[in-house]
């Protein structure tokens, strides 16, 4: 099987911007959750979404928001972009049931100046 | 909500010697601990995890020990290589909590030759 994939792999983004990166799933995946990493706060969780509703969500503010579609691949969206959003996004992938183990993507390495 | 604490934030050895790390979690509700290999740039990847009904698990050089009345678990490697050399990451997830998972905040191992 496709291991996780996310694009895009970087972007550089400028203060009020808007951003969206894309996250594909391992194929029969319904589960897809989102992280933010930085290099002083380690893996911080975003949200969750399953089967086209979001499930969790973690502590950030509403200018983070998500979606995820019938095929299960989710975006998620960072408006009014701030400097301190830079850093690496990362999706998760699950099949529920089967397994516990959370597939990762590659990551989405955002810069904003 | 759920927090986990993750120490030492480094640790170097020597190859050969064993490496242990420790986290803590503060939700009694969290019934599987997940531990992630991080390389560098790399996507993070299971390594290893546990459930709460199981006190110990083993898989070849790593093992990981879970302490339900304390509320911590611990990561063990034994027989260090220089390709052990990485971040690692602690994780907990609340039982009926979805996948989300809440992260330490890594530790870096170095192992020298």
């Known amino acids: 099987k496709a291991g996780v994939t996310q694009t895009p792999r970087y972007l550089i983004k400028t203060r009020g911007q808007q951003v969206t990166l894309s996250c594909s799933p391992i194929s029969g995946h319904r589960s897809v959750s989102w992280y933010q990493q930085t290099p002083g706060q380690g893996l911080q969780f975003l949200f969750e979404y399953f089967s086209e509703t979001q499930r969790n969500k973690g502590n950030f503010p509403g200018r983070f928001s998500g979606r995820q579609f019938s095929n299960s691949r989710s975006e998620m969206n960072v408006s009014t972009l701030e400097l301190g959003d830079s850093a690496l996004y990362l999706c998760a992938s699950s099949s529920l049931g089967s397994s516990d183990e959370q597939f990762f993507g590659p990551g989405t390495r955002l810069t904003v100046l | 909500g759920e927090n986990v604490e993750q120490h030492p934030s480094t640790l170097s050895v020597q190859e050969g010697d064993s490496a242990v790390i420790k986290c803590t979690y503060s939700?009694?509700?969290?019934?599987?601990f997940p531990w992630y290999k991080q390389e560098l740039g790399k996507r993070p990847q299971l390594i290893i995890d546990i459930r709460s009904n199981v006190g110990e698990k083993k898989d070849q050089r790593i093992a990981v020990t879970l302490n339900k009345t304390a509320k911590h678990f611990s990561l063990h490697i034994t027989e260090t290589q220089p390709e052990d050399s990485a971040v690692y990451f602690c994780a907990a997830r609340r039982g009926g909590a979805g996948t989300a998972l809440i992260f330490g905040k890594g530790t870096t191992l170095s192992v020298s030759s």
């Open positions: 939700d009694s509700a969290s019934n599987y």
